[in-house]
C-alpha cells in the first residue's frame, strides 16, 4: 500500500512537472539564423510557450555589451526586415518572433522586461539561449554574445538560463534546415525537459549552464541518439589551487568542456556562476548531477 502511495505520487509529479513552461530565448547569431527557429519549433512541439527576443543582425562576439536599440540602417540580416524598420520588431505573421536591433543582452532584456509580461503575463520561467552556430568553450565564453544573453538572465534578471553551443555555419530562416540544426534543437530540448521534470528552482541562483554540441555530419554523430551527456567545467582545473569538482565518475576534476567535446559524439554541461563567467562550485555542480542524473554518463576510461 504504501509503495503504491508512492508510486502514485512519483507519477502524479511527473506530469505535473511535465507541464509547459514560459521561456524567453535568444541568441548572437541574429533573429533569423536558422539555429534559433528550430530550436523553437523543438520547444513548442514539446510544449512550451516561447518567445524569441534576439538581435535583428549577426551580433557574435559581443559578450555582454549592451545599448540602446536603434533604427535599422540597412536591412536585417537575411534582408528578413527592410532598411528603416525601427529599432524593435516583430514577424507580423508570428508575433512571437521579435528582433531587438542591438546587442544579444538587449535583446534579451528587452524579451524579459517587455515582451514577457505581453505574452506570458509575467516573468519567464526560463531563458535559453542559441544554439551557436559555433563551440563556446573556455575562455570563449567571455566574449560570446551567446553566453552573455544566457548570463544576464541568470544573474541580472535572476531567471534560469541555458546556453547552447554547436559547430555550423550562420543560415537563414527561410533556407532548408540543416541536418545539424535539427540534431542540436532536438537534443537541447531534451535537456532542458529533462531540467524542468526535475522541478523547481530549475537552477539554483545566479547559475547558468553551458552547454556545447560536438560536430554533426551526414557519417558522424548524425543522429541524437548517438549523442552522450557529460558533466565537464569550463576552465582547466590546477590541482591543489581549484577546490575539488564534486564527484561525478570517481575523479577530482570534471573534464573541461574543450577536451570532451571533439573526443566523440558528446554534449557538455558545464555548470557557470553567471556574475563572472566562471566555474561554479562543488555545491552547485551537486545540484545540476541530481537534477539531469539520468541523461548523464562517465567518458570510457582510455
Ligand atoms: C558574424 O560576426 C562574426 C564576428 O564579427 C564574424 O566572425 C562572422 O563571420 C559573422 N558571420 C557572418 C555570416 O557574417
Ligand atoms: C515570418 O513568419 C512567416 C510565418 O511563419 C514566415 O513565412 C516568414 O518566413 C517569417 N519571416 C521571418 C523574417 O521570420
Ligand atoms: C528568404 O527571404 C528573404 C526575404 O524575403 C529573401 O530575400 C530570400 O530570397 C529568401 N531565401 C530563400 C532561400 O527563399
Ligand atoms: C532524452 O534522451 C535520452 C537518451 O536518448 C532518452 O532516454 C530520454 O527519454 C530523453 N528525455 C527527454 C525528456 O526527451
Known amino acids: 500500500m504504501r509503495s503504491f502511495t508512492v508510486g502514485a505520487a ?16 535568444s541568441n548572437d547569431d541574429g533573429w533569423a539564423e536558422i539555429n534559433i527557429r528550430t530550436f523553437y519549433n523543438a520547444l513548442t512541439s514539446a510544449g512550451h510557450d516561447v ?17 540602446e536599440p536603434s533604427e535599422l540602417e540597412d536591412p536585417c ?6 532598411a528603416g524598420s525601427p529599432a524593435v520588431g516583430f514577424n507580423q505573421s508570428e508575433p512571437r518572433f521579435n528582433y531587438v536591433n542591438s546587442y544579444p543582452v538587449t535583446s534579451i532584456k528587452h524579451g524579459i522586461d517587455t515582451l514577457s509580461p505581453k505574452f506570458f503575463g509575467g ?20 566574449i560570446s554574445g551567446t553566453v552573455g544573453a ?21 543560415t537563414a530562416w527561410n533556407e532548408s534546415t540543416p541536418l545539424y540544426s535539427q540534431v542540436y534543437a532536438d537534443l537541447a530540448t531534451n535537456l532542458t525537459d529533462t531540467l524542468i521534470a526535475a522541478g523547481t528552482p530549475y537552477l539554483p541562483e545566479d547559475i547558468w549552464l553551458n552547454v556545447n554540441f560536438a560536430e554533426v555530419t551526414e557519417d558522424k554523430c548524425s543522429s541524437v541518439d548517438q549523442f ?8 582547466k582545473a590546477f590541482p591543489l589551487i581549484t577546490p575539488d569538482d564534486v564527484d561525478a565518475c570517481g575523479e577530482t576534476y570534471l573534464p573541461t568542456e574543450t577536451s570532451v567535446v571533439r573526443k566523440g559524439c558528446f554534449v557538455t ?19 545540476v548531477l541530481e537534477k539531469l542524473g539520468s541523461l548523464l554518463t562517465c567518458l570510457p576510461k582510455d
Open 228 to 235: 552522450q551527456f557529460v558533466l565537464t567545467r569550463i576552465f
Open 10 to 25: 512519483v507519477l502524479l509529479s511527473t506530469a505535473l512537472n511535465a507541464q509547459a513552461l514560459n521561456i524567453i530565448s
Open 123 to 142: 516573468a519567464p520561467d526560463l531563458a535559453v539561449a542559441g544554439p551557436n552556430t559555433g563551440n563556446n568553450l573556455g575562455a570563449t565564453t567571455a
Open 51 to 67: 518567445v524569441i527576443s534576439a538581435p535583428a543582425d549577426n551580433q557574435s562576439g559581443t559578450g555582454s555589451r549592451d545599448e
Open 269 to 287: 554541461v558545464s555548470v557557470g556562476t553567471a556574475e563572472n563567467k566562471k566555474d561554479a562550485d562543488s555545491d552547485a555542480q551537486k545540484v
Open 77 to 82: 540580416q537575411f534582408n528578413s526586415c527592410p
Open 150 to 170: 544566457a548570463t544576464y538572465a541568470a544573474h541580472t534578471a535572476k531567471i534560469p538560463a541555458i546556453a547552447f553551443s554547436g559547430v555550423g555555419s550562420e
